[in-house]
């Protein structure tokens, strides 16, 4: 889909950290955003996950994927499978009690439906004021982190405008919304087979992100992972109320990745260690494969005439003065 390319290791090297440390800042405030500025990081997991699983079949038919594009276009219940606690227990490698203990609380509030055949997230869930506006938002910084990559020459042979793809009148926020679930839990793959754990691998995120965004843009535009002179420190219990965990629980997870050396105590608090951030033996090999997931997700958009609906906005805002 999307054109022939040279795919994301071409050419790739001189912008790779540029991109890296655009697609972290990304990732960090697309999570932040959806938690709505409440709750912990953990149940807006088990919602992506579930709401991913009940369309997986969905998200294979392009046509569908392109019909219940916007916000007033949810997919209807009937095209979701329902998935069972087991199964997301499994996927996300957390153990099955936890799982069941807050599928069950998502149950009460109403975000999540019980079938006889395993729980779904329905049209209603996703289809109201709350939604629209984290989804929204979400879009926006899609959008953005879009543009960013561009003027970094990250789009390289890439076909941004392929003739078979859909065009859309109006924002297809919750196509892109689709797309960028679907990146975040390739990034949380990438996490559990480094870590054991999507929440581990979410507060490395969370504390990498911290120690840097202090710095202008100008101060991380160059090569290689900044050094830690250059980075603040942050304060486990700090890390603690950004994702909305217990302290005790943030000072556990800490201490694993402090084991694994993914990150390490220095005055003043924590500092992740960006030398070993992604899912490879080493920064640059983790970075590629962060790169391959973000180039797999703008073809997908590409395919999905995403990209063309920005680009033409932008030309036509341009134009506007």
């Known amino acids: 889909m999307g054109g022939s390319t040279p795919g994301p290791h071409a050419g790739a090297a001189p912008q ?108 209603g869930t996703l289809h ?23 003027a970094l020459g990250g789009l390289a042979g890439l076909d941004v405008r392929p003739p078979e793809a859909p065009r859309h009148e109006r924002a297809p926020v919750r196509l892109a919304n689709r797309q960028l679930s679907e990146y975040s839990l390739r990034v949380i793959d990438g996490f559990m087979r480094r870590l054991g754990d999507p929440v581990t691998g979410l507060i490395l995120l969370e504390m990498a992100h911290a120690n840097a965004e202090h710095l202008s843009a100008s101060e991380t535009a160059y090569e290689g992972p900044m050094s830690d002179d250059k980075r603040r420190p942050i304060r486990a219990l700090t ?48 970075l590629m494969n962060n790169l391959t997931n973000l180039h797999r997700m703008l073809v997908r958009l590409a395919a999905l005439g995403v990209l063309a609906f920005w680009d033409d906005e932008a030309a036509t805002a341009c134009a506007a003065g």
């Open 239 to 286: 890390l603690a109320k950004r994702v909305g965990l217990p302290p005790e629980t943030v000072r556990r997870h800490v201490a694993k990745l402090e084991q694994h050396g993914f990150c390490r105590k220095v005055e003043g608090g924590l500092l992740a260690a960006l030398e070993q951030l992604g899912q490879g033996g080493s920064g640059e090999h983790g």
């Open 16 to 123: 790779l950290w540029r991109i890296g440390r655009a697609s972290l800042g990304f990732l960090v405030d697309t999570f932040s955003m959806s938690r709505g500025g409440a709750g912990d990081i953990v149940d807006p997991l088990l919602l992506t996950i579930i709401v991913d699983s009940n369309l997986a079949p969905f998200n294979q038919d392009p046509e569908l994927t392109a019909r219940y594009a916007t916000l007033d276009d949810p997919p209807p219940d009937e095209l979701r499978r329902p998935v069972s606690v087991n199964a997301i227990a499994a996927s996300l490698r957390m153990p099955y009690e936890t799982v069941r203990r807050r599928v069950t609380r998502l149950i009460e509030l109403g975000a999540v439906q019980a079938t006889p055949k395993g729980v779904v997230v329905p049209a």
């Open 128 to 150: 109201n004021p709350f939604y629209d506006i984290v989804a929204t938002a979400r879009y926006e910084r899609m959008k953005r982190l879009y543009f960013e990559i561009k």
